[in-house]
């Protein structure tokens, strides 16, 4: 197959940039193996590298391990080697502004970038940004394959064109994977379509695919069988070979850094070259391993304290540890021996990951890990968690009463425990923790986003969030109850000229000296009258209850009018000739009472401004809006003046 007629991709996942940034040992392993990816794409020739997402382990890198990626990117990613392909799509598939980096004039893209987000780098926060973006608008790689409605998902794909290869590169970044299940049951995930027949369609995906529940994964038959080839991100293990289900191929590389201990992440790590070429029966492809050789070397191992015949349950703690010391020793040679064979040019090794499994069922003691680590400071890469116990679990169902009558720890199985059954989206299902104000995945996603994004925000900005949409919901609760307009129902007049509203001063010689106590029961009460109404200015004047229905709101306390005040008219009669009169002096409270339509209203009105203005023979002053009160002379009438503490004090004083 020759070089100038196939398209040649480089596809890696999972570079998980600043995995273990704080142990010093271990701190720099994922960015030597992100520059030994680009080498490889460099030594190649390829035309583009392809990313299936996760390449950095935060969603907010580290100030450092976001500079290094910068400067590798800058390194090996910007030159002025010429492209063999072009896009034949807009831009908009990409997120950016400025269209794809490599047709950016200022910009001079010698190895282009396509990678979508994996769930440890995903958008977060209100903006829905992450550390890919930034690299997109730096104009050194291309983020495309984001989501915007996870009810309905249209993939449109990214078209370019090498010779007569052509290709549809689709991508759909990480999303909840019971959501997505959901969406691809309800049958709301479309691919749009380029026109011929001679595309190789190539998706680019990050989910589960090994199931981890009823929904938690995405099943292979779910995907398009129009498909041609799948990579397959987020899984760690290295399975790049690709593998045929049903018509679509599927290739899963692995990620290039070990960020579990776990059997999975033990095996050979490798990138892919997937080459493309064009023939009389459609495209064709194929795939080259090319096996990573910074990757810290790690052995996995299982070991069963039964199986062993120079310990048993009677044996200590210190046996069972030099037994376990043996295992170890072992395990570093194999890795040592191990790497030699693979990579027979290299002459020193790096300090390996080792993990020993160890089960403890039927009655044998454990040891220290933290003890037992510090005697492999020098020869492992981690110490501190290299024995791992467990015991297997069974339930007593099943069992025979013979094998629990035996007495021997061995044959009793170990109860499972409750708490590992338990979950907390169960929890909120009950009625006793029903929440009721946040909603149990939004919940749920907050405290993933807080947990393993570090987004501060996150628990937040959900409170916020639910705390204005029960706000929005209890006023529209509100509104619909309160009726359209506030009716007055009745308007009473109530007769109140023989108490004053306040006891004028007694002359200081009259005054006779008693108590306070006294002095309060010789006042007169006021009426219920009074009470109700206020302080009013004035005696012998005609004062107003108002009375509302429950339904009705409370009336605003409105200011004072600036113009003159008039002689109250005769009782009976009413002061509005017209009906434009009255809405030029008065402000509606609705436009539903904007018309009089009986006399007795029209009368009621009258009344009321009777009532609200004073005589024309009062004091008033405007500029000193104080409290005013009455004070009784020798003449008949009542004199309305301010009234003054102090004043009225030494006034009672001279007298």
């Known amino acids: 197959m020759a070089k100038s007629e196939c398209l040649n991709i480089l596809m890696a996942t999972d570079m998980h940039l600043g995995y273990a940034k704080g ?82 004039p200022n910009v001079n893209v010698a190895m282009p970038i396509f990678s979508i987000h994996g769930n440890h780098d995903d958008p ?15 104009g050194l790689i291309n983020h495309f394959g984001q989501v915007d409605d996870v009810g309905k998902v249209t993939v449109r794909p990214i078209c370019m064109q090498k010779g007569d290869v052509k290709l549809a590169l689709y991508g759909i970044g990480s999303v909840r994977d019971d959501r997505l299940h959901r969406t691809f049951l309800e049958k709301n995930v479309a691919f749009m379509k380029p026109e011929g027949d001679d595309w190789f369609q190539l998706l680019t995906l990050h989910q589960n695919r090994v199931k981890h529940g009823e929904k938690n994964y995405i099943p292979e038959n779910f995907l398009p069988q129009d498909l041609n080839f799948v990579l397959w991100g987020h899984e760690h293990k290295c399975e790049i070979d690709p593998v045929k289900v049903g018509e679509v191929y599927i290739s899963q590389p ?52 039964q199986d062993l015949a120079e310990v048993d349950p009677d044996s200590g703690p210190a046996e069972i ?10 395990m570093i040679k194999t890795a040592f021996q191990r790497h030699q064979q693979r990579y027979p040019d290299h002459d020193k090794m790096s300090k390996p990951l080792i993990r020993l499994r160890v089960d403890y069922s039927g009655g044998f003691s454990t040891v220290s890990v933290q003890r037992f680590g510090q005697a492999f400071v020098d020869k492992v890469a981690n110490p501190k968690d290299i024995l791992l116990f467990h015991r297997r679990r069974t339930t007593i169902r099943g069992t025979t009463a013979a094998a629990q009558a035996t007495g021997n720890p061995a044959d009793v199985p170990v109860r499972p425990d409750p708490l590992n059954a ?24 907050a405290v993933h986003r807080f947990v393993d994004k570090e987004d501060k925000d996150a628990i937040q900005e959900l ?58 029961k010789s006042q007169p009460r006021k009426s219920a009258a009074s009470q109700s109404t206020g302080r009013r200015k004035g005696t012998g004047r005609k004062q107003a209850t108002l009375e509302f229905s429950q339904t009705s709101s409370r009336p605003k306390r409105q200011s004072k009018p600036t113009k003159s005040y008039v002689e109250p008219s005769e009782p009976g009669t009413s002061d ?77 004083q001279r007298r």
């Open 422 to 445: 338990v979950k907390i989206e169960d929890l909120l299902e009950t009625e006793q923790l029903e929440s009721r104000l946040l909603g149990q995945k939004d919940f749920m996603s």
């Open 23 to 104: 142990d010093p040992l271990r701190s720099h392993d994922s960015l030597e193996t992100f520059e030994e990816v680009l080498k490889i794409a460099k030594a190649n020739d390829v035309d583009f590298i392809l990313l299936g997402g996760d390449l950095f382990h935060d969603n907010q890198p580290a100030r450092h391990i976001l500079h290094e990626t910068l400067q590798l990117l800058r390194k090996y990613c910007l030159g002025s080697r010429p492209l063999s392909f072009q896009t034949l799509s807009p831009p908009e598939v990409c997120k950016s502004n400025f269209g794809y980096n490599f047709e950016d």
């Open 124 to 138: 977060a926060g209100d903006v829905g940004l992450c550390a890919l973006d930034l690299l997109s608008s730096a």
């Open 254 to 305: 692995g990620s290039t850094i070990a960020t579990a201990l776990s059997d999975g992440e033990s095996h050979d790590k490798h990138v892919g070259i997937l080459r493309i070429k064009a023939s009389d029966k459609g495209p064709v492809f194929k795939v080259d391993k090319v096996p990573l050789t910074t990757v810290r070397p790690f052995e996995f191992a299982d070991l069963v304290l």
């Open 463 to 520: 409170v916020d969030g639910a705390l204005l949409r029960s706000f929005e919901q209890t006023r529209d609760a509100a509104l619909q109850m309160v009726p359209e307009t506030d009716e007055l129902t009745e308007v009473h007049v109530v007769e109140d000229a023989e108490e004053p509203a306040m006891r004028p001063p007694e002359p200081k010689a009259k005054r006779s000296k008693t108590s306070a106590a006294s002095r309060a």
């Open 321 to 330: 540890e030099r037994e376990l010391k043996k295992q170890v020793e072992a």
């Open 576 to 652: 509005v000739e017209d009906l434009d009169d009255l809405d030029d002096d008065y402000t509606p409270v609705s436009p539903a009472r904007s018309a009089v339509t009986s006399a007795t209203d029209l009368t009621h009105l009258t009344e009321l401004s009777q009532v609200s203005r004073f005589p024309s023979q009062a004091t008033v002053r405007p500029s000193q809006p104080r409290r005013t009160a009455l004070r009784d002379d020798d003449d008949d009438d009542d004199e309305v003046m301010d009234f003054n503490p102090k004043k009225a004090k030494r006034r009672s």
